[in-house]
């Protein structure tokens, strides 16, 4: 719920035009990242390969999400914006 609130705030009431984000691919949050953009109307940017080095010392695949403004308030209120 707090991630709901944020994106609502971020878009409503500061807003803002876009939020850009990452994870690790296979961090457990990955699934509800990409439920999270279906919701809102985001969309998987794409994948920066051996990106990111952890303490193990290896390298990690990293995914780039992006939520409109104008997609994220289509999808929650049906309005179109653009």
Do not use: A
């Amino acid at each position: 719920m707090d991630v709901m609130q944020m994106v609502k705030d971020i878009f409503e009431k500061y807003n803002f035009q876009k939020i850009d984000f990452f994870v690790i691919i296979g961090n457990p949050i990955e699934q509800q990242y990409d439920r999270l953009i279906q919701k809102y109307g985001g969309r998987i940017v794409g994948t920066r390969k051996r990106h990111v080095m952890l303490p193990d010392g290896k390298l990690y695949d990293e995914k780039m999400y992006e939520i409109l403004q104008e997609d994220y308030l289509n999808k929650r209120y049906g309005k179109d914006t653009g």
